[in-house]
């Protein structure tokens, strides 16, 4: 790893001070100090957000869960208030990778990141998240550019995401073996009067499934989607698994999301 | 006293491990060391047109830096195959030259090219970067199937073939296949594997001018082998003047038997520089060069009659040695494999015959189980696919070629001294429940998914290796191991011994064993192993040999003490040695029940004559001092066997196998502490269900490793498995005083076909390779609903 200056930010507004073209936030560090010491990314400063005190925490109304972008994977699977809010939002998180990037990585870190196979940017589509940051809100929708890329400006932070509660949802991911992260991840939410199908790992983005999400707001039961055909030819293929096994598997974890409602 | 053997006694090496006082290579710490990095090649193979280093030694910090020209300058020699192998048509083998620093050519990613020293380990990554190579890079050899029609990787080398050997007769093996009704054929991939030992490889090694002795602290698995090799064949120093310490290693599985590139560039330029040198292995670069394992491409045939007797067996493999061969390279593929390719079958005609090959990867060599768990995957599948095709069951059809009379004099090799495989079968088949698999397999249907049970019985060839069998085979080189059993005045033991624990729990078992041997409380004995300026030379630890050779030479030297122990109390008690008895501590005289401890006599051997009583205790022509040694070397190997049953269920929509119960029962033998067996067996079922389900390493065409990392290269974890059903039965060994065969390897020699068997027989029988990924079994789930809806 080569050096780099550390600082720690108290604030939002110290934080994107010290921000410039050669730093990064350090979150939970899950994947920027792994990626500084294979030598894939060098930072001349690395400016810890850990301790701003507003970015961390759990706040649950009638209407929304709000996440504090420091909030660790570890306590949104704990809490048991997204356990009633949302179940399938701390399920997920309970999912991730193991125990010990769990007790140090952050949804902030995971959608600013936005790796095509993470977990956390299924949620936001499905649960028509807003993303909070120092200088706006953007909607989920907006907010995924492609892969690893997001709508966020040099230097601008995440606060919080802000999650609409579905009337029911559910999360089927098909692990990697390996890093578990996701080699299809569907996460499937149901208002009144629409359906999100979030799709994760098998583009090079996360999308909302709209052919899917049709078919389920007509009728909100796997048979709607049962043997349907995707287009497997912008679907991602890797030594884990082929594009045409990815499609396959859309449907299928689709399907165990509907059933899972 | 109680018997210790075959007691749960708990480990004495726990509180160290689990308080973290652990003392591992990594952990040392020399004054005024040095920092090592290597610099290694990016690519598979090449020729170093340019290596420029200018740049580097002129980075801050830097002590030195040293390449292939002066590895070459000083003669420092290169690593060798430990075991020479003969083709069918008598010629040797051929082995390229392998220097420690590669000089004029790279034969895989990660080969060492030079070594970079300095004040820290930042500015030795530093200064590395500087390092310029200019390469030629050429077109690498990857596939094992095709590396014989490949460029040619080393000069001289026609095909990139090492060796063409065979074991038995092609002859009668045609006329068996001409007497047969029927030929099942197979033709499978054993998956190359990455051994990932939970402590990366790691060398400390410094320079006393005063001494001119070398002293390399390594993680070894047999530190007294690789003095012997860094001083023969190295020639980094004499024997005298090098001294190897392997401390606490973090597992081994084979990984670390070889002394690696870095061991002697370490040790020799800690002298040239005056100053200990450090380095500590990056997961990422054990990956690369650690050795790998397996990696066979077969075609099997077993010739049978109809009612399902075995006839005939031959075995045509290719086994990759990587880019060199290596300590146990040849011999794998080998003597490890060939003889057991039977499997535990009465077999009248077999013969196996290997293409060792060379390729632009990784060296692979000896890995858990070593050649046995290749031999019994390609009978036991065949086996298993014989049951499907004669429409015998498949338990049945093993039992009917089982040997029953022991000791069995196999087709090929081996004379096993004992066993008892059919009652083996029986209780596993009770263990796993075996009549009920069709209940559970309809409730499996129901619910839609597919069950599929598997079963392998093999036995394996271990305590390797005794000479008298090894040299009979044509093999250059037999294994035996030492102990020396020291008495302290004070009636304390040490025993050294020649053998090294690297998860094994020596220092437990092999107390016990002294503790009955010797009537000594087991906290008043240490084991000491793994310094070569401590104990006598020995031969080290694999091939579930530590026990069943390693162990008895502990019996034999303790034996030694308790004959002079006699001696010695006869004569203190002025009695016939031949009427002293020695029991649970005590020599006791039978005639006149007068006795002595076994502490007294100690102290009398050290201290002879006590006051006013000036006469010796110690008998004419006993020397003064308790301490005795053994070499063993044992009369034949040891043949542990068992069966092992799986069922699996399969998700056919995303392909998913769970391995839902899997039972094992082994005959180990006597077995000395169930606990430490159990911690084995377990072990050694992971790695072998970690190859069925889960692991592989993956070169793409260009000889990059794809799975150069825990993101892909997938080890198993808890969750992916059941709890594990373990039984025993027992015979004993008759070829040792203990009874003991050994437990090291067979979970990793049983698990694969048991539970490829599963899957397959879930999947009616479509082959799949391991490891049976979701996907491959979601293809094979597609074909299945294909041909079932056009049966249908
Ligand atoms: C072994 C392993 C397994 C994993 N498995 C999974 C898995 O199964 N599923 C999954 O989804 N993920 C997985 N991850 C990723 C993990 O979940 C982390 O969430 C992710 O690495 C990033 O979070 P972090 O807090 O560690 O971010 P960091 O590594 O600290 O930062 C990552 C990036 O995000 C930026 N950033 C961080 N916080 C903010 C913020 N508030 N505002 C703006 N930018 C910010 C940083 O500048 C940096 O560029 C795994 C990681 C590892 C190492």
């Known amino acids: ?261 | 006293m109680a018997s210790l053997v075959g007691s749960r006694v708990e480990r004495k090496e726990d509180k160290r491990f689990l308080t973290g006082k652990g003392r591992y290579t990594a952990d040392i710490n020399l004054a005024n060391q040095t920092y090592a990095i290597f610099v290694r090649s990016p690519h598979a193979r090449a020729s170093i047109k340019k290596l420029n280093i200018d740049k580097a030694l002129k980075s801050s910090g830097v002590v030195s830096v040293l390449t292939g020209k002066e590895v070459a300058d000083d003669k420092i020699g290169g690593l060798i195959a430990g075991w020479a192998i003969r083709s069918e048509d008598g010629t040797e083998m051929k082995c390229p030259g392998n220097p420690p620093l590669a000089k004029d050519n790279v034969n895989f990613v990660g080969d060492p090219v030079a070594i970079v020293i300095a004040e820290s380990l930042a500015e030795a990554k530093e200064a590395a970067e500087k390092v310029e190579v200019d390469y030629k890079v050429l077109k690498a050899v990857t596939s094992t199937a095709e590396a014989m029609n490949g460029d040619t990787i080393h000069e001289g080398i026609d095909k990139n073939l090492c060796f063409d050997w065979l074991l038995g007769d092609r002859q009668k093996v045609k006329e068996a296949f001409d007497k047969a009704d029927k030929v099942i054929s197979i033709d499978i991939i054993n998956n190359r594997l990455i051994p990932n030992a939970m402590e990366p490889r790691a060398c400390v090694a410094d320079y006393n001018a005063a001494s001119e002795e070398i002293t390399l602290y390594t993680t070894s698995q047999n530190p007294h082998l690789s003095r012997l090799i860094m001083s023969a064949f190295g020639n980094v120093a004499p024997e005298h003047k090098l001294r190897v310490v392997a401390p606490d290693v973090g597992g081994g599985f084979g990984s670390k038997i070889n002394v690696y590139n870095e061991d002697i560039v370490c040790s020799w330029a800690a002298k040239k520089i005056n100053r200990a040198i450090k380095w500590v292995a990056e997961r990422s670069e054990s990956f690369l060069t650690d050795i790998h394992g397996r990696d066979h491409v077969t075609h099997a045939e077993l010739a049978v009659t109809k009612d399902g007797k075995f006839l005939g067996f031959k075995n045509e493999t290719i086994a990759n040695l990587g880019a060199y061969a290596r300590v146990f390279g040849t011999v794998t593929p080998t003597y490890l494999f060939g003889p057991c390719a039977t499997g535990v079958y009465d077999i009248p005609a077999a013969y196996t015959n290997v293409k060792a090959v060379y390729t632009n990867t990784a060296p692979v060599d000896a890995y858990r189980g070593a050649g046995r768990p290749e031999a019994t995957y390609t009978i036991e599948r065949l086996v298993e696919k014989a049951s499907m095709e004669l429409g015998i069951d498949k338990t049945e059809l093993r039992i009917k070629n089982f040997p029953t009379a022991f000791p069995f004099k196999q087709t090929l090799v081996h004379t096993v001294d004992s066993g008892d495989y059919v009652a083996g079968m029986e209780k596993a088949k009770q263990m796993a429940d075996y009549k009920g698999f069709e209940t559970r397999r309809r409730e499996s249907e129901a619910k839609g998914k597919l069950r599929g049970i598997g079963v392998t019985s093999y036995f394996e060839a271990c305590g390797i290796a005794p000479s008298a069998a090894v040299m009979s085979l044509g093999c250059g080189v037999g294994l035996w191991e030492s102990a020396e059993v020291r008495f302290n005045p004070t009636g304390q033991v040490t025993v050294y011994t020649g053998s090294h624990s690297h998860g094994q729990s020596h220092q437990t078992t092999f107390a016990q064993i002294a503790a009955d041997e010797l009537g000594v409380p087991i906290e008043n004995i240490d084991i000491v192993h793994g310094d070569t300026d401590k104990g006598t030379f020995g031969m080290g630890t694999y091939g579930s040999r530590s026990l069943a050779v390693g162990g008895i030479a502990i019996v034999n030297a303790c034996k030694k003490i308790v004959e002079k122990g006699k001696r010695v109390t006869a004569k203190m008690l002025e009695a016939n040695p031949e009427d002293v008895e020695f029991k649970d501590g005590e020599f006791i005289v039978s005639k006149s029940n007068k006795k002595k401890t076994i502490g007294e006599v100690a102290f009398a051997c050290y201290l002879p004559g006590v006051r006013d009583e000036m006469k010796s205790p110690l008998p004419e022509g006993d020397e003064p001092g308790l301490k005795e040694t053994s070499f063993y070397d044992p009369s034949n190997f040891s043949f542990p066997a068992g069966t092992h049953i799986a069922e699996v269920e399969i998700d056919p929509e995303t392909g998913h196998v769970k391995l839902e119960k899997y039972t094992a029962c082994d005959d180990f033998g006597r077995i000395i502490n169930p606990m430490v067996v159990e911690g084995q067996v377990h072990g050694g079922l992971a790695q072998g269900i970690g190859q069925a389900l889960y692991e592989n390493a993956e070169y793409d065409e260009t000889g990059q490793l794809m799975t150069g990392s825990y993101m892909d290269y997938t080890m198993p974890r808890a969750d992916n498995f059941p709890e594990f059903n373990i039984g025993y039965t027992c015979t004993h060994a008759t070829t040792n005083p203990l009874g003991v065969k050994g437990c090291g390897e067979a979970g990793a020699i049983a698990a694969p076909p048991t539970v490829m068997n599963a899957v397959i027989d879930a999947l009616g029988g479509q082959e799949v390779t391991m490891p049976a990924t979701a996907e491959k079994v979601w293809k094979a789930c597609k074909n299945l609903k294909k041909s079932n809806s056009k049966a249908a």
């Open chain 1, 1 to 261: 790893m080569k050096e780099f200056n550390y600082h720690s930010a108290k604030d939002s507004k110290e934080a994107s001070k010290l921000a410039s073209s050669g730093s990064a936030f350090l979150a939970g560090g899950m994947t920027t100090i792994p990626s500084m010491k294979l030598g894939l990314a060098t930072y001349k400063d690395l400016i810890d957000i850990k301790n701003i005190k507003k970015l961390s925490g759990i706040k649950v109304s009638g209407k929304s869960v709000t996440i504090g972008a420091a909030t660790k994977h570890v306590e949104v699977a704990n809490s048991k208030d997204v356990k009633k809010a949302i179940p399938s939002l701390s399920s997920l998180a309970e999912g991730i990778g193991d125990p010990q990037v769990r007790n140090r990585g952050t949804i902030g870190g995971s959608i600013a990141n936005n790796d095509p196979s993470a977990d956390y940017p299924s949620a936001c589509i499905a649960l028509n998240a807003t993303i909070h940051t120092n200088q706006r809100k953007i909607e989920a929708s907006k907010f995924f550019k492609g892969m690893f890329e997001t709508a966020l400006k040099k230097g601008e932070l995440i606060e919080a995401v802000e999650f609409q509660i579905p009337e029911k949802s559910s999360y089927q991911k098909h692990p990697n073996p390996a890093s578990r992260y996701a080699v299809v991840g569907v996460y499937i939410a149901k208002y009144k009067s629409d359906v999100n199908v979030a799709v994760t790992g098998a583009k090079s983005c996360v999308y909302n499934d709209k052919e899917m999400a049709k078919a389920l707001s007509g009728n909100f039961s796997s048979s709607s989607i049962d043997g349907m055909d995707l287009d497997s030819s912008d679907m991602n293929s890797d030594i884990h698994a082929s594009a045409e096994y990815r499609a396959s598997l859309v449907v299928t974890q689709a399907k165990k999301a509907v059933d899972a409602c």
